[in-house]
Nanobody, 121 residues
Framework: QVQLVESGGGLVQPGGSLMLSCAASGSIFSINVMGWYRQAPGKQRELVATITSSGRTNYADSAKGRFTISRDNAKSTVYLRMNSLKPEDTAVYYC???????????????WGQGTQVTVST
């Protein structure tokens, strides 16, 4: 079993910054891709950014230039630095690992429980 635990959400004013963290723990042999998704009220969950174990990144257009994804492979942790936040960034942010390899050579996908980010005055 694997757990993804997010932290770092909260209330921030427009133009402010936040750093989200997501730590994976449990039966993990390797994790290829880790990523962040978000879901605003009444909207579908959408990709924010992903990063591979080798550091290759991919960003949604809405995140380019403002958000930075990074990871610490030794700690099985992925981060999302969010700058210049806007009210439209308000959402629940979810950590996702779609392809975790376990020690028995099987693979599974996991989501975190989500962390709320609210951008408001």
């Amino acid at each position: 079993q694997v757990q993804l635990v997010e932290s770092g959400g909260g209330l921030v004013q427009p133009g402010g910054s936040l750093m989200l963290s997501c730590a994976a723990s449990g039966s993990i042999f390797s994790i290829n891709v880790m990523g962040w998704y978000r879901q605003a009220p009444g909207k579908q969950r959408e990709l924010v950014a992903t990063i591979t174990s080798s550091g290759r990144t991919n960003y949604a257009d809405s995140a380019k230039g403002r958000f930075t994804i990074s990871r610490d492979n030794a700690k099985s942790t992925v981060y999302l630095r969010m700058n210049s936040l806007k009210p439209e960034d308000t959402a629940v942010y979810y950590c996702h690992a779609p392809h975790i390899q376990h020690y028995d050579a099987t693979y599974s996908a996991y989501w975190g429980q989500g962390t709320q980010v609210t951008v408001s005055t």
